[in-house]
């Protein structure tokens, strides 16, 4: 059965960062990519940023330059270093792991609360 965990949301202030980390298991295919998305209350879940299996990562727009992703790929864990944040910043963070084959998964999210 495959699993995925967030850890790392909190409460931070404007200005302040968060290391957000997320670790994937169970699954006997390899991971094609990870990334994280949220969702602010009345909104969408919205992409924020994913990184494939060679490195390469993409970014939503509203987060380039203050937030970065990485990846231990020996330990199918994803991280999010989030600097500089902001209000708006404030959603329910979650971690999707994609895996060769087409099949993707969710974590439960992790809270992200910025104050101003």
């Known amino acids: 059965q495959v699993q995925v965990a967030e850890s790392g949301g909190g409460l931070v202030q404007s200005g302040g960062s968060l290391r957000l980390s997320c670790a994937a298991s169970?699954?006997?295919?390899?991971?094609?990519?990870m990334g994280w998305y949220r969702q602010a209350p009345g909104k969408q879940r919205e992409f924020v940023a994913t990184i494939t299996s060679g490195g390469a990562p993409n970014y939503a727009d509203s987060v380039k330059g203050r937030f970065t992703i990485s990846r231990h790929s020996a330990e199918n864990t994803v991280y999010l270093q989030m600097n500089s944040l902001k209000p708006e910043d404030t959603a329910v963070y979650y971690c999707?792991?994609?895996?060769?084959?087409?099949?993707?998964?969710w974590g439960q999210g992790t809270q992200v609360t910025v104050s101003s």
């Open positions: 169970g699954s006997i295919f390899s991971i094609s990519f």
């Open positions: 999707h792991v994609g895996y060769v084959g087409g099949l993707g998964y």
